[in-house]
């Protein structure tokens, strides 16, 4: 490149395309080192042998002394190279909404203290999201499933009991574990579309993704995720989640499995700055 014609303008217009292929090779940069492509093949998804899940344990597994939140986004270190071009994550698992603007969704769910609370929350600020619900709270709360449905927000199959170990089972089990927990929602909404799968603890394995795939759900990780499920107080929850967020992202949150408190507060504070800088979704109900 030569600078001949060195003109302020000249050099504005280089300015803004130098910058733009910086921000878009840095956008796909993020997207593809978060989930931390085809580093560690050999850490077997859903080894507990220091894998490190973003998503919480289940109840009585390995806890945070296991893991290691300080660095990258974490994640299971599955291979990379077996992923799709279905979505830009993991064996094709979505990690972004594909547009500019931000999913929220939450976990563990329904739960009967902190359930309400998010969705009063989200009321206020006219926010939709996407409730990734566990198939025997769904199963406890009907009364939670129809409230998440009846704001406008959207469903995801989070399995039965949050089985990280989910993607070693055959194909046979996945597909009854799925079932099984579609069967809860529908019974408290019959005919709400539930279109995502989430891995619990993002542990995606090739199966998971292909039998959620052939119960027409597309699966479903994410790009922000600011560690809630570990508490660490809503101070921190929303200096996450502002220090990380960007078009396109699809933020991890808990409204179940623990003590929800710091993310309930944390989006009462952060909801009317990203509502004013983002345009929020509810993730679609149907393939685009
Ligand atoms: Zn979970």
Same mark, same amino acid.
């Not at 300080?70 to 979505?94: E, I």
């Given at each position: ?20 292929? +910086? ?17 560690? =093949? ?67 769910? =329904? ?7 998010? +969705?009063?929350? +989200? ?20 009364? +939670? ?40 929602? /529908? ?12 891995? =619990? ?44 967020? /960007? ?12 003590? /929800? ?28």
């Amino acid at each position: 490149m030569t600078w001949t014609g060195s003109s302020r303008r000249t050099t504005a217009v280089l300015a803004v395309v130098v910058a733009a292929l +910086l921000v878009s090779s840095y956008a796909m940069g993020r997207t593809l080192g978060l989930d931390q492509l085809g580093h560690n =093949p050999t850490r077997a998804a859903g080894d507990s042998g220091g894998v490190q899940h973003a998503d919480q344990p289940e109840a009585g597994s390995a806890g945070p002394a296991t893991r290691d939140h300080s660095a990258s986004p974490p994640d299971a270190g599955q291979d990379g190279a077996t992923r799709n071009a279905a979505g830009d994550g993991l064996f094709g698992a979505h990690a972004t909404t594909g547009t500019r603007r931000i999913a929220l969704t939450f976990d563990d769910g =329904p739960d009967p203290q902190f359930t309400p609370q998010v +969705l009063t929350v +989200l009321r206020r600020f006219e926010v939709r999201a996407t409730f990734c619900l566990v198939g025997e709270n769904a199963q406890k709360h009907p009364d +939670l499933v129809r409230a998440i449905v009846a704001d406008g927000h959207t469903l995801c199959n989070h399995s039965w009991n949050h089985n990280i170990s989910l993607g070693n089972r055959s194909p046979k089990d996945i597909r009854a574990d799925l079932l099984r927990t579609n069967a809860a929602i /529908r019974a408290a909404v019959p005919g709400a579309p539930i279109m995502w799968y989430r891995q =619990p603890g993002g542990v995606w394995t090739y199966p998971l993704v292909s039998v959620a795939h052939e119960l027409g759900m597309t699966s479903l990780h994410w790009s922000v995720d600011p560690s809630d499920w570990q508490a660490p107080g809503a101070d921190r929850i929303a200096s996450m989640v502002m220090s990380r967020i /960007r078009p396109g992202a699809v933020v991890l949150l808990h409204d179940g499995g623990g003590n /929800r408190q710091g993310t309930v507060n944390a989006l009462d504070r952060i909801l009317p700055d990203l509502a004013a800088r983002f345009e929020l979704t509810a993730l679609p109900t149907e393939a685009k």
